[in-house]
């Protein structure tokens, strides 16, 4: 089966940046849509950033100019940086992933989730 690795998770200062990875393992034929999504304690999950197969990239509205969002997919790998970090910015980062499995199989993949925490 398939899965998704988060890393990149980490306590950073305001101002500061951190870049998070997420792979995918397992046997895949195809990779589609791969998003990072964002979750505050008390708050709504919310989507940060996705990328298409063809790298046409769609950012919340708030983050667009800080975060960058990328992938390579010969590494089968999704990327976020993440620059001039604000408080605002700690919680729970998701990696989620639409693909095909080898079997024909069409998945909608989370990560495990990895925790990002800006000190002010």
């Known amino acids: 089966q398939v899965q998704l690795a988060e890393s990149g998770g980490g306590l950073v200062q305001a101002g500061g940046s951190l870049r998070l990875s997420c792979a995918a393992s397992?046997?895949?034929?195809?990779?589609?849509?791969m998003a990072w999504y964002r979750q505050a304690p008390g708050k709504q999950r919310e989507l940060v950033a996705s990328?298409?197969?063809?790298?046409?990239?769609n950012y919340a509205h708030a983050l667009k100019g800080r975060f960058t969002i990328s992938r390579d997919n010969a590494k089968k790998t999704v990327y976020l940086q993440m620059n001039s970090l604000k408080a605002e910015d700690t919680g729970v980062y998701y990696c989620?992933?639409?693909?095909?499995?080898?079997?024909?199989?069409?998945?909608?993949?989370w990560g495990q989730g990895t925790q990002v925490t800006v000190s002010s």
């Open positions: 989620n992933a639409r693909l095909w499995e080898s079997s024909g199989r069409y998945q909608n993949l």
């Open positions: 397992g046997s895949i034929s195809a990779i589609d849509v």
């Open positions: 990328i298409t197969p063809g790298e046409n990239k």
